[in-house]
């Protein structure tokens, strides 16, 4: 049986300032560095076993992801299918914008020059089944809120409504099982 950690980046400005950050760079704040370095001592108090770090090659996913390596030794390397999906016109917009919150829920909006949900789900759902195919290492997958919705619904049936609705913590990690 084979596992996959996933944890969201540390907090960031855009974060702060409750703005949509899609595939916009946005960097870490101060509370978000030490989030990081918090998860990585966590993941050695705990033991959780992991082989390799796969980050988002956002500056947001890459710093999070080099402190955990930095503190646990697990090597870590860009992998460019967990960038966050690109949510087109809403990029810096509220987070909690009705609008936002309704196109969210149609998997085949492209937000007017972004990404749609499917188009996500096949970059993701590939690359989980490439991890699939190597039941013998374990990843922990850094990346972003949309990235851990579309994970979870790999594992987890989820209604649309509560497809859209989900949310992960900055730094907080989650454990899936194939």
């Known amino acids: 049986m084979g596992i996959v950690y996933f944890t969201r980046h540390g907090q960031t400005v855009w974060n702060v300032e409750n703005k949509i950050c899609g595939a916009t760079d946005s960097p870490l704040t101060e509370l978000g560095h030490e989030q990081a370095v918090e998860l990585g001592k966590r993941i050695l108090s705990e033991g959780i076993h992991i082989d390799e770090i796969l980050y988002s090659p956002l500056i947001r996913a890459k710093a999070t992801a080099l402190h955990v390596s930095e503190i646990t030794g697990i090597p870590a390397r860009e992998e460019i299918r967990l960038k966050e999906q690109n949510f087109g016109k809403y990029e810096s917009t509220p987070r909690d914008g009705e609008e936002f919150a309704k196109a969210k829920c149609n998997f085949i909006c ?56 989900f949310k992960i913590k900055n730094c907080e990690i989650l454990k899936f099982e194939f």
Not at 141 to 165: C, Q, T
Request: hydrophobic share 40%.
């Open 110 to 165: 492209s937000f007017d020059g972004g990404e749609t949900m499917l188009h996500l789900a096949q970059r993701i759902y590939n690359l989980i089944d490439d991890i699939k195919a190597q039941p013998d290492k374990t990843y922990l997958l850094v990346a972003h809120n949309g990235i851990a919705r579309m994970v979870k619904s790999y594992f987890e049936d989820m209604g649309n409504e509560e497809f859209s609705a």
